[in-house]
């Protein structure tokens, strides 16, 4: 790995939403080919930690530190380059599956080519207009958009979710494949999930 | 040290007010006592006017500094307050117009103005009441601010320029007109000072009791 | 991937096709906006009456009555742009996904071509339906083009702004009046030069200004309005 390693580091991370305190000072550090499982049951603050290490919620105190080969990123560089799946994360229902990853694939001036060999790999004709996708066809296209520039730190949130069993086993492939080539990956679930490799833990309890 | 210069803030208004009515003389051209209303109605329009400024440098501190809570509490206030004073002022100014030229709303460029800077006001009010989370409640606002800063120009320098042309007899805003005599303006001026420092005052005492509320909200 | 400033206009093109690519497959921006137009110049020329006003009520009136058919049409049609992606959840795959200036000027464009388009509607039948007597066509042009700009990046502004709040329909109209006020008295006073064939010494170039310094104020402003 050339300079200084990609790594991510976040301490202390507090959130509110008014009376409600959901992120009580949280911190973890992911190394290259690292994978940090969030876990905890539901409210507890994983999908909150999650939309603050992408930059989609600013976090009341505490910092996130997040280094790639070319040095230190700011929130908003940060925002772009990492990979996102989540359950809240839609496409447009007017525009097929093609367009919608070519769409994207222009906006992060990126080929789409990456973007479709996944959407191969998990089985979604790329012609169904999104307004007509069902939950598990979506979920792969969620796949499908994180990938598609290739990012360094991927950010999953309930990864597998509405996945059936064939969409689960590819997807923890291109998890598996994405974290051997040196890249980190923070996975919020419910459940602790089985992993092939050591991951770091960190329960946010209830 | 605060309570001293409240006493002297009070003192100083009232002599104000007591200058405005005794010490002062009465403007030429004006019916009878109404001319004294303009130590009240210029002063609260001007501190109605730099709320508006000082929100929009708060606003800018909060949106391009740190987020800092209480610079987006005290653009919040600087608002609420400029409204107050502003929808004074606008009242008194209608009882003046009503006394000089018989009716309350002239459609002049000066009372045109402050309306469309109140709907601004008003405007950042309701969009502030409109979202929940507080960071991006400061956000919107603080944009929305500066955004009001940059288009209120056009209204108090177009306004007067175009509307003058439209009516064919232009109500002419007696500040322009009225030559003041030295007592006057000396009375006018002291008013403009009392009422300010008034603002920045009660800005100050509705800042912290706006904090008290905030952290209340948080426990 | 770095970003640079070489594609930034290739992102402006793609966010712009993309509305205009989902706009012809459900067509409701342009039907609003269509059938708002309609409707207000329906009534506009009923109210005026059989007969028409006299010339001098004309130069008086009608320039204003034009705008603010205008006014309400993009009132009605423009603040789609922001809520709707806001209210389908597709703004998080963009936050993420776009420059936030690329973005902002991409809706813009979309914004511009859907007022014009509305103008180019508008403006004619208009005319025909009051009779309305131009004495500068060229400078009723050069108004509606530059009003329109102003009528859009104000909304698109200020769309952006009330689509992360609630109650988005009557707050975009609470918003956006105070902020459009200025440019909508100076278009006026423009277009009544316009049909009078007086020439607008202070009006237009106040007008070119409230344009300019809008967009700059929503080139500074939209990426804090976008994104925490």
Redesign the interface.
């Known amino acids: 790995m050339p300079g200084v390693p990609t790594h991510l580091r976040f301490e202390n991370l507090c959130r509110?939403?008014?009376?409600l305190s959901v992120l009580k000072g949280v911190s973890g550090a992911v190394a290259p080919g690292g994978m940090l499982l969030v876990t905890g049951p539901n409210g507890s603050g994983k999908s909150t930690l999650l939309r603050c290490l992408s930059g989609l919620l600013?976090a009341?105190s505490g910092t996130i530190e997040y280094r790639e080969e070319e040095g230190q990123l700011d929130a908003s560089e940060r925002r772009l380059r990492v990979g996102v799946v989540a359950p809240d994360l839609a496409f447009y229902a007017e525009l097929t599956v093609a367009e919608n990853l070519e769409f994207f694939s222009r906006l992060r001036r990126v080929s789409p080519a990456r973007g479709f060999a996944v959407l191969e790999r998990l089985g979604l004709p790329a012609d169904r207009l999104g307004g007509t996708l069902s939950s598990g066809m979506r979920q792969r296209l969620r796949w499908a958009w994180a990938l598609l520039h290739s990012p360094r730190l991927l950010l999953l949130d309930e990864p597998f979710q509405n996945f059936d069993a064939a969409g689960e086993r590819t997807a923890r492939e291109l998890l598996a494949e994405h974290l051997a080539a040196g890249g980190l990956a923070v996975v919020a679930n419910p459940s602790s999930l089985d992993f092939d490799h050591a991951a770091e833990h960190l329960d946010l309890g209830g | 040290m605060k309570k001293l210069l409240a006493w002297l803030l009070w003192l100083w208004i009232s002599l104000v007010i007591v200058g405005a009515f005794l010490y002062a003389p009465l403007a030429k051209g004006f019916l009878g006592e109404s001319s004294r209303i303009l130590f009240f109605h210029v002063p609260m329009a001007w501190a109605s006017f730099i709320g508006f400024i000082a929100a929009a440098v708060w606003s800018g501190r909060y949106?391009?500094g740190r987020?800092d809570p209480r610079h987006d509490r005290a653009a919040a206030v600087a608002i609420e307050l400029g409204l107050v004073f502003g929808v004074f002022a606008t009242v008194t100014g209608a009882l003046w117009a009503r006394i000089m030229w018989g009716a309350y709303w002239n459609w002049d460029p000066r009372q045109i103005s402050i309306l469309?800077s109140l709907?601004?006001y008003?405007?950042y009010l309701?969009?502030r009441a409109?979202?929940?989370?507080?960071?991006?409640r400061g956000?919107?606002s603080?944009?929305?601010a500066?955004?009001?800063l940059?288009?209120t120009p056009?209204?108090f320098?177009?306004?007067p320029?175009?509307?003058y042309s439209l009516h064919p007899e232009p109500v002419i805003n007696a500040q322009g007109k009225v030559e003041m005599e030295a007592r006057m303006s000396q009375v006018l001026y002291a008013s403009g000072i009392g009422f300010t420092a008034l603002f920045f005052w009660i800005h100050n005492l509705q800042c912290r009791i706006q904090a008290l509320f905030d952290r209340r909200?948080?426990? | 991937m770095r970003r640079n400033t070489s594609t930034w206009g290739a992102e402006v093109a793609a966010v712009f096709a993309k509305e205009w690519r989902c706009e012809f497959r459900t067509r409701y921006s342009l039907n609003t906006l269509a059938l708002f137009a309609c409707t207000t110049l329906v009534v506009v020329s009923f109210s005026l009456g059989p007969l028409g006003v006299s010339r001098s009520q004309g130069t008086a009136l009608l320039p204003v009555l034009l705008w603010i058919i205008l006014l309400f049409s993009v009132a009605a049609g423009l603040p789609r742009a922001f809520v709707q992606e806001e209210e389908t959840h597709t703004a998080t795959a963009l936050r993420l996904a776009a420059t936030p200036s690329a973005l902002f000027c991409g809706k813009l464009l979309y914004g511009l071509t859907l007022v014009f388009a509305l103008e180019a509607l508008v403006t004619p039948v208009y005319v025909a339906m009051t009779s309305f007597n131009v004495e500068s066509p060229g400078l009723l042009i050069a108004v509606l083009a530059a009003g329109g700009y102003g009528l859009a990046v104000g909304s698109t502004?200020?769309a952006a702004?009330?689509a992360?709040?609630?109650?988005k329909g009557t707050?975009f109209s609470?918003?956006a009046?105070?902020?459009l006020?200025?440019?909508l008295?100076?278009t006026v006073?423009v277009t009544r030069c316009a049909a009078s064939g007086s020439a607008p010494d202070?009006?237009l170039p106040?007008l070119l200004?409230?344009d300019a310094?809008?967009t700059?104020?929503g080139l500074m402003?939209f990426p804090?309005?976008w994104n925490?």
């Open positions: 509110r939403f008014g009376r600013a009341d | 949106l391009f987020r469309i709907l601004f008003g405007a309701a969009l409109a979202v929940d989370d507080r960071e991006t956000r919107l603080a944009a929305y500066l955004l009001g940059v288009v056009f209204l320098w177009i306004m320029r175009i509307t909200a948080a426990l | 502004l200020v702004i009330i992360q709040a609630r109650s707050l609470v918003l009046f105070p902020v006020l200025p440019l008295v100076l006073e202070v009006a106040q200004l409230y310094v809008v700059v104020a402003l804090v309005v925490p």
